[in-house]
């Protein structure tokens, strides 16, 4: 957030992202994100639990779950929030458009949802997710949670504890820049272990560091701009899925 995202246009009267507080200070957003995080886990943690199928709109509802004390949009993905003619990128990766963002979250779902694909390629479901980036902000630990819990589903987890901050975003990045590398399949799959209890999975949530970076410094891209469109449609491109 050291860069000012405003896709609202109202930064100055409503603070960041309209949130409840009308906070502008970025130290003091994350911490209530975190605490509002850390306060709403078990409830999103039982939702989870609870649900047959792990589709697109219990992704929606993990994040409603997380986060709307703090941002009264949450649960609504950006198609809701976001021009249709604007994205949003960060640095020289570029995400997913608000109207194609459904369908990239979808095929890490239908990734994920079978557990030999999922065991196979994690980081191929965790890059979907990514580039999708539904949501305003909130995306990484909305994310981070949803593919857990595929993972126990497919009966193993993901030894985050041994992953490293920077080799990890590394890996993230490139596997948006280029998906079919596998970058981030070959990172993830050597870190597979036996199925974690979920009693465990919120003080691991709350153990890991910056792994979440992904809604950090994104600024808005202009699809009706000829340049920034054709840098759009360079990485929409590189995926295998349709509306």
């Known amino acids: 957030m050291s860069k000012l995202f405003d896709p609202f246009g109202d930064f100055q009267t409503a603070g960041y992202l309209r949130?409840?507080?009308?906070?502008?200070?970025?130290?003091l957003i994350k911490e209530l994100e975190h605490q509002n995080f850390k306060a709403n886990l078990p409830t999103a943690?039982?939702?989870?639990?609870?649900?047959?199928?792990?589709?697109?709109?219990?992704?929606?509802q993990v994040h409603?779950?997380?986060?709307?004390?703090?941002?009264?949009?949450?649960?609504?993905?950006?198609?809701?929030?976001?021009?249709?003619?604007?994205?949003?990128?960060?640095?020289d990766i570029v995400f997913c458009a608000p109207q194609m963002l459904?369908?990239?979250?979808?095929?890490?779902?239908?990734?994920?949802n079978k557990a030999a694909t999922m065991k196979t390629r994690p980081g191929s479901v965790m890059g979907m997710f990514a580039y999708g980036h539904r949501f305003l902000d909130?995306?990484?630990?909305?994310?981070?949670?949803?593919?857990?819990?595929?993972?126990?589903?497919?009966?193993?987890?993901?030894?985050?504890a041994r992953t490293n901050k920077n080799e990890y975003l590394s890996a993230l990045s490139a596997e948006l820049k280029n998906p079919n590398d596998n970058v981030l399949n070959d990172y993830l799959c050597p870190l597979i272990v036996a199925q974690e209890p979920r009693t465990q999975w919120g003080a691991s949530l709350l153990d890991l560091k910056g792994l979440d970076g992904v809604?950090?410094?994104?600024?808005?891209?202009?699809?009706?701009?000829?340049?920034?469109?054709?840098?759009?449609?360079?990485?929409?491109n590189k995926r295998n899925y349709k509306l």
């Open 102 to 112: 459904r369908a990239a979250v979808e095929e890490g779902l239908r990734i994920g």
């Open 215 to 236: 809604d950090d410094d994104v600024q808005t891209l202009d699809l009706n701009d000829a340049q920034q469109s054709k840098l759009y449609e360079e990485f929409e």
């Open 64 to 91: 409603k779950i997380l986060f709307s004390d703090f941002y009264p949009w949450a649960g609504q993905d950006r198609l809701r929030c976001h021009s249709e003619r604007k994205t949003v990128n960060k640095d």
């Open 19 to 27: 949130n409840t507080s009308q906070l502008h200070d970025p130290n």
């Open 138 to 160: 909130g995306n990484g630990r909305t994310m981070l949670l949803v593919h857990m819990e595929l993972c126990f589903r497919a009966k193993f987890a993901i030894d985050w």
């Open 45 to 60: 943690l039982s939702f989870l639990e609870k649900r047959r199928t792990i589709d697109y709109s219990a992704f929606l």
